[in-house]
């Protein structure tokens, strides 16, 4: 939550002892097969930025060279690659690691980062692939709210409403914070 909190310099008014708010997706990974219903992370996980015209986006694979060379390689356990879409002036930076508690403490390293780069404006969610009754769905965190939302994309730009439902009410059980329905975006071409 800290990390929200120097990013968009406002309060969140989320109650708990995580620190970050990414953290709250192990609750589920953590809990007993019964319990989280089949759910899994898969080891990827993707942030989303809009382009700008600094620096760091110029040549985003040399940036994320540079980034690992700063933060010291031991502390990022996890390959770094970036993407550019100049159609939706988006950069996606990718994380791959079967440890889950690891590739969020690297997407928490990397986000401080930018955001210390004078980047955290950019920073739009943080985005995990998981599966749930072997059907694959993404975990959105909105940066600009610290809440999550589920997406389960069909094909032709679909999305299983039911199973979003379902996701969803699981989330909050938990204790995870839940984005307003209306506020479930759908986003396209997620690289993972």
Known sequence: MRLFKTLFKKSNS???DESDILSAILRITNQDAHAKKDINLLGTATLLLNITEHPFFTDINSSLKELVKELFMPTIRTPLRGLKSDIYKS??????????RKMVA????????IANLGLGNNM???IFKGTIKNRSFYWICNY????????APLANDMRDNELEMEIGNLLVSTGIPLEPHENWYSLSDIPI
Not at 91 to 100: D, K, L, S
Not at 144 to 151: G, I
Request: glycine share 0%; hydrophobic share 35%.
């Open 14 to 16: 989320l109650q708990s």
């Open 91 to 100: 950069c996606w930076i990718i994380f791959e690691n079967t440890n889950n």
């Open 106 to 113: 690297d997407i928490n390293s990397v986000s401080s980062y």
């Open 124 to 126: 739009t969610a943080a």
């Open 144 to 151: 600009r709210t610290s809440k999550f939302y589920p997406l």
